[in-house]
Each structure stands twice: as C-alpha cells, then as structure tokens.
Nanobody
Framework: QLQACGGGLVQAGDSLRLSCAAS????????VGWFRQAPGQEREFVAAISWSGGSTYYADSVKGRFTISRDNAKNTVYLQMDSLKPEDTAVYYC????????????????WGQGTQVTVSS
C-alpha cells in the first residue's frame, strides 16, 4: 500500500504539499494518481502523473492551483496545493494506476489510509 502524508489544517489561500511513498514497492514503474474524498461524497480524481513524469493530468477544479510531481530516486510522488479553498477539504489518497482511464478510481490499487486536508474560510 501507498502512504500519503502532509495534510493538515490551513486557511483559505494557504499551501500544502502532500507526499506519497511506498515502502515495499517501487513507484517509478507506475502512473500514480491522487484522489480525494469528502464526507458523504464519492472519491474523486485530483491529479495523476506518468511513470516518467512526462505526462500529468488534473481535475478542472484544481488546474492551475495544484501541481503533481515525482522524484523516482526518492520513490515519492508529491502534490503541491496552492491557493487552497474550503471546498478542497477532504481526505487525500494516492494510488497506483494499472488499467483503464487515469480519471477513475476503479483502475487503481495500493490505496492507503489517506491524509486529511482541512481548509478553513
């Protein structure tokens, strides 16, 4: 499983950087995605990055504010979140993509416990 960390309680307009790491698997061979889930809502796509970092994908709601990147030497994928809004409040998860569209959670595995991001207004 992957481990997401770096969440916290921030104010609107602040920034956070989330990290995604795997202790027993090499991430460098995989496209890795970030998803989030707010209470009572379905898990939704946030961003994804190809194994080389050459391709990135973003949800419209975060485009221009969030940046996904990876450091394969550190076996870590990052999600830089700037200009945070209260509607970004959710538990954020990372996972490995193995099949289908990168935009849907069904094609991912390795889900960990996630990290809570809370943005106050």
């Amino acid at each position: 499983q992957l481990q997401a960390c770096g969440g916290g309680l921030v104010q609107a307009g602040d920034s956070l950087r989330l990290s995604c790491a795997a202790s027993e698997r090499t991430l460098s061979s995989y496209t890795v995605g970030w998803f989030r889930q707010a209470p009572g809502q379905e898990r939704e796509f946030v961003a994804a990055i190809s194994w080389s970092g050459g391709s990135t994908y973003y949800a419209d709601s975060v485009k221009g504010r969030f940046t996904i990147s990876r450091d394969n030497a550190k076996n870590t994928v990052y999600l830089q979140m700037d200009s945070l809004k209260p509607e970004d409040t959710a538990v954020y998860y990372c996972a490995l993509h193995y099949t289908g569209s990168v935009y849907y959670p069904n094609g991912y595995n390795g889900w960990g416990q996630g990290t809570q991001v809370t943005v106050s207004s």
